[in-house]
């Protein structure tokens, strides 16, 4: 069984940078699929991007500017970092295992853009 | 704002049967698999039906999915107070490179 855990600030102030990492558990970051996806408060669910354990990724093009992702195999851990913050980037930030569908996800983590 | 189009909300009583569509296209639905993911009230995501219909481990037998042409549907039996959630439809875009998903539909156990 594949387990995931993000960790991260939970508020963060406009125009600032938001850091996430995933730690993955039960499996090895190598050869995979890793993506991250958020949920405003109250909406559905968006897609932010996925990477591949080379480095490979593919971002949503409305984020792409902004979205970084890495993978370090060492620590087993996903990274997201989303630059240039503002109020609607307040969200649950979840990774989940796979690029187009997920088989496992994380509990998320709650990040609110405030000043 | 999402590709793939849900009901904003079903309801039932205990025992019933409900059933969730999902609606898109030929370039994402028509031509990839679909997942469907059970949120309980503050929770994460959790899959419940991957590749159109297989179960992970655990998830009832309570839970089935289809899917047939551009449209899927996502079935609950025996409806319990526990299955009460937002179910979200998700599946690969072949025209956007990227998967999908459609708005999320609650279900309310009545």
């Known amino acids: 069984q594949v387990h995931l855990q993000e960790s991260g600030p939970g508020l963060v102030k406009p125009s600032e940078t938001l850091s996430l990492t995933c730690t993955v558990s039960?499996?090895?970051?190598?050869?995979?699929?890793w993506s991250w996806i958020r949920q405003p408060p109250g909406k559905g669910l968006e897609w932010i991007g996925y990477i591949f354990s080379s480095g490979t990724a593919k971002y949503n093009p409305s984020l792409k500017s902004r979205v970084a992702m890495s993978v370090d195999m060492s620590s087993n851990q996903i990274s997201l970092t989303l630059r240039s913050l503002t109020a609607a980037d307040t969200a649950s930030y979840y990774c989940?295992?796979?690029?187009?569908?997920?088989?496992?996800w994380g509990q998320g983590v709650l990040v609110i853009v405030s000043s | 704002q999402y590709v793939l189009t849900q009901p904003s909300s079903v309801s039932g009583t205990p025992g019933q049967r409900v059933t969730i569509s999902c609606s898109g296209s030929t370039s994402n639905i028509g031509s990839s698999n679909v997942y469907w993911y059970q949120q309980l009230p503050g929770m994460a995501p959790k899959t419940v039906i991957y590749?159109?219909?297989q179960r992970p481990s655990g998830v009832p037998d309570r839970f089935s999915g289809s899917k047939s042409g551009n449209s899927a549907s996502l079935t609950i039996s025996g409806l319990r107070s526990d299955d009460e959630a937002d179910y979200h439809c998700?599946?690969?875009?072949?025209?956007?490179?990227?998967?999908?998903f459609g708005g999320g539909t609650k279900v309310t156990v009545l």
């Open positions: 998700a599946s690969w875009d072949d025209t956007l490179t990227s998967p999908v």
């Open positions: 039960g499996d090895s970051v190598s050869g995979k699929y």
């Open positions: 590749r159109n219909d």
């Open positions: 989940a295992f796979g690029s187009g569908g997920y088989r496992y």
